[in-house]
Each structure stands twice: as C-alpha cells, then as structure tokens.
C-alpha cells in the first residue's frame, strides 16, 4: 500500500499563498485519482481538488476555483497544490488521497472513492 506524506503547511494572513506537497512512497501508475480534500474542525471532509494520474482531468471545488491550482509531477511522484488568496474560511487541516483502482472519466471530489490517505498537515489562515 502506497504510504502519502504531507508538507507545506503553515500559518499565513488572509491574502497570503501556501504550496503543499504530496509525497508517495511507491508508483502510482496512471489512471488513478489523486487529490487534496480538507477538514475544519466541527466539520465535514471535503474534496478541495482532484487530477486523474496521467490526464488533464482536473476538478475543484467551487469555494477554491480560481485561487488553487493541483499538479502532479509524474517523474518525481508528488502532488502538489498551490494556495493563492488565501482565506480564513480555507484554514483546515488538509490531507492527500488517493484511490485504490482505476478511474474512468473525471475523479470524484467526494473522499468515499478514495481508500489511502496521508495524516494531513494543518493550514491556517488569520484575517
């Protein structure tokens, strides 16, 4: 099983940009979604932004379209998301996932299709 480490996390004011990374022990072959979801306290998971391995298949969320940009680098297997614009609201700790099988067609922005997780790493942003 594929063993995902999260970085790039921190404290920064509303306005402000972050890049996490995704970091995964083993390949990860094409067709597989990955993506970046985050979870604020008191509340629901939810997908931020996903890519299907080997595409241009790209989703966001709508409360980050414009501001976050996801990018899988092949020849290093990493994830990455850039965090411009920064808000309060996007303060949560934010998780890399992956799904366990092939995917066919967009990758869901919901967690449930995704089976291997990373342990997070927080983001906060003070207005």
């Known amino acids: 099983q594929v063993q995902l480490v999260e970085s790039g996390g921190g404290s920064v004011q509303a306005g402000g940009s972050l890049r996490l990374s995704c970091a995964a022990s083993g390949p990860i072959g094409s067709r597989r979604c990955m993506g970046w979801f985050r979870q604020a306290p008191g509340k629901e998971r939810e997908g931020v932004a996903t890519v299907l391995t080997g595409y241009s298949n790209l989703r966001y969320a709508d409360s980050v379209k414009g501001r976050f940009t996801i990018s899988r680098d092949n020849a290093k297997n990493t994830l990455s998301l850039q965090m411009n614009s920064l808000k309060p609201e996007d303060t949560a700790m934010y998780y890399c996932?992956?799904?366990?099988?092939?995917?066919?067609?967009?990758?869901?922005?919901?967690?449930?299709?995704?089976?291997?997780w990373g342990q997070g790493t927080q983001v906060t942003v003070s207005s």
């Open positions: 996932a992956v799904t366990a099988g092939t995917w066919v067609g967009g990758c869901p922005i919901g967690s449930y299709a995704y089976s291997n």
